[in-house]
């Protein structure tokens, strides 16, 4: 029920999204970032949200490129709770302060600097679902954007400002679209055909929830398939999609259900 109220296309509802926030909160390792690497079938949940917990997302997945590797990739950290929204991250993934704890007040990159009414006006530009960690987010000429950190670290043609401390990213448009580029550095060719090229734009749809977005990933499993599957990330993980980390040049994955009893 809590999920039908988050849909983008559907009248706002702050007090479903902080809901959602906080009830994600409660299951392990917490962040709203790396707990997208924790199968849902093996999520634990708790009534408390500990000071800290394991990161299960690397330096590597803000870098997309070994060049640019953080000098030090913390195995856990602290955790914050956004006083406004309800949604926790560890600073780590999502360019928070260090020095705070989870008790603190904090505000995250979305609700921190604007009133109710602009926030709430905030969502993923490269998917269909509210609520969850959002960061300023460059999109083509659009600088207004904002984007799901998960989706962006999924998505082969956003690179975030910092592998170190995230606090936004660019979205660089389509190729047959002009990509201003004057602040972020190019992301390695390598990785941004990793997956192929063929399904990065707005014209294929999510095939779990209908829409068109250009925020699409491909099930790694898919390869050899005439119709591979297409979803948003925020999707793929409500329908218990797995998500992987691995090594350059794909850096991350989506399985999805057909393949992963076969894996």
């Not at 917490?30 to 394991?54: K, T």
Request: charged letters at 20%.
């Amino acid at each position: 029920m809590l999920l039908a109220l988050l849909w983008a296309n559907e009248s706002v509802n702050f007090f479903a999204e902080k809901a959602f926030n906080q009830s994600a909160a409660r299951s392990w390792p917490h962040c709203a970032v790396c707990q997208y690497f924790q199968p849902l079938h093996m999520s634990s949940f708790c009534r408390e949200i500990p000071q800290r917990s394991s990161r299960l997302v690397s330096g590597f997945c803000f870098a997309k490129d070994e060049r640019r590797l953080p000098a030090v990739d913390l195995p856990d950290d602290v955790l914050l709770t956004c006083s406004n929204c309800g949604v926790t991250v560890h600073p780590s993934c999502y360019g928070g302060p260090s020095n705070l704890t989870i008790s603190d007040a904090w505000r995250c990159l979305r609700c921190g600097d604007c009133d109710d009414v602009a926030i709430r006006g905030r969502s993923c530009h490269l998917c269909e679902l509210r609520g969850g960690a959002l960061m300023p987010c460059r999109a083509g000429a659009d600088i207004s954007a904002f984007v799901h950190t998960i989706c962006a670290i999924f998505n082969r043609r956003t690179v975030f400002n910092d592998a170190n401390n995230p606090t936004c990213c660019y979205t660089h448009p389509p190729p047959k679209q002009a990509s201003p580029n004057g602040i972020f550095k190019y992301l390695p060719r390598d990785y941004i055909l990793a997956m192929g090229d063929t399904y990065e734009s707005s014209r294929f749809q999510c095939d779990l929830c209908g829409n068109s977005r250009e925020g699409l990933v491909r099930c790694s499993a898919c390869d050899e398939d005439a119709d591979p599957l297409l979803a948003h990330v925020t999707c793929g993980r409500q329908a218990g999609f797995l998500f992987e980390r691995r090594t350059f040049p794909h850096i991350t994955a989506m399985v999805c259900d057909r393949h992963q009893t076969s894996e």
